[in-house]
């Protein structure tokens, strides 16, 4: 699943959630409907590998109506063994607060309907609270939690209420560093109780191909220590 971040709210409140680069994103200057397609080079989701460690092809589009906006977000990899269907919904509540709700899809069981959403659901539901962080102190900081569907905790099958928080600080113009935990038992994150998922550092740059376009390429260098692993994802933007 990790989405750019990703968590899959790509408003204003985006975090470092995700390691995904905008890719071929295009918005229509006379309306609020926005589209596009992320490239990576894997799919890294909170510091969890999603699939096979190969790139993947994440669309989106959205629409925004003064502080909300409604989206869908996609991925799949190159061989086509993971597929995700995601739904979210935005609300700015000021320049520094946003909630998000998110519609996670990414199980895809042979043989269930979509439009499934009882007990034996493959979507997850989460909530988000996102803080942007102010001009004077850049923390940013995201809470969230699932709270219905297919989160299961492995040892007993009941509820998870899987919940991940993440802080983020810009360093330079151009580099952050984020730290993110699971706070309990989650099989989403392969969490037995607290751990941490998701260090790493991101740094950006923009090459100039031309004098009138420019190519921003980024790198994410990330841990999970909870998992003993280490990622290292590119991007780029066209």
Same mark, same amino acid.
């Given at each position: 699943?990790?989405?750019?971040w990703r968590?899959?709210?790509? #408003?204003?409140?985006?975090?470092v959630?995700t390691?995904?680069?905008t890719?071929a &994103?295009a918005q ?5 409907? +926005? &589209? #596009?397609?992320d490239v990576?080079s894997? *799919?890294v ?7 096979s460690?190969?790139?993947?092809i ?7 109506? $003064?502080g909300?906006? !409604?989206? &869908?977000w996609?991925?799949? +990899? /190159?061989?086509?063994?993971?597929k ?11 320049s ?7 519609? @996670?899809n990414?199980? !895809?069981t042979?043989?269930t309907?979509y ?9 997850? /539901?989460?909530?988000?609270?996102a *803080?942007?962080?102010? +001009?004077?102190?850049p %923390?940013?900081a995201? &809470? +969230?939690t699932? !709270? @219905?569907g297919?989160?299961?905790k492995?040892?007993n #099958?009941s509820?998870? @209420?899987?919940?991940y928080i993440e802080?983020?600080?810009p360093?330079t113009?151009n580099?952050k560093?984020?730290a ?6 989650s099989?989403? *994150?392969?969490?037995?109780?607290? $751990?941490?998922?998701?260090?790493g %550092?991101?740094?950006?740059k ?7 376009f420019? %190519?921003p ?5 990330? !841990?999970n ?6 990622? %290292?994802?590119?991007? /780029?933007?066209?």
């Amino acid at each position: 699943m990790i989405r750019t971040w990703r968590i899959m709210s790509k #408003g204003l409140f985006a975090l470092v959630l995700t390691t995904t680069a905008t890719v071929a &994103v295009a918005q229509d200057s006379k309306s609020n409907f +926005n &589209v #596009g397609a992320d490239v990576v080079s894997s *799919y890294v989701w909170r510091g969890v590998v999603q699939g096979s460690n190969e790139p993947n092809i994440q669309p989106f589009a959205s629409y925004t109506s $003064g502080g909300l906006t !409604f989206g &869908v977000w996609g991925s799949g +990899n /190159f061989s086509g063994s993971l597929k995700e269907f995601d739904l979210n919904a935005t609300y700015n509540v000021s320049s520094l607060i946003a909630v998000t709700l998110t519609d @996670y899809n990414w199980t !895809f069981t042979p043989g269930t309907s979509y439009f499934k959403y009882n007990s034996g659901t493959d979507h997850i /539901f989460e909530a988000t609270l996102a *803080y942007a962080g102010i +001009n004077s102190f850049p %923390l940013s900081a995201s &809470v +969230n939690t699932a !709270f @219905y569907g297919a989160d299961k905790k492995p040892s007993n #099958g009941s509820q998870a @209420y899987s919940t991940y928080i993440e802080l983020g600080y810009p360093v330079t113009s151009n580099a952050k560093i984020f730290a993110g935990a699971s706070l309990s038992e989650s099989n989403v *994150y392969a969490t037995t109780g607290f $751990g941490v998922t998701n260090i790493g %550092l991101k740094v950006s740059k923009s090459i100039e191909i031309t004098n009138t376009f420019s %190519l921003p390429v980024y790198g994410i260098t990330g !841990f999970n220590p909870s998992a003993k692993s280490a990622f %290292l994802v590119a991007g /780029f933007t066209l």
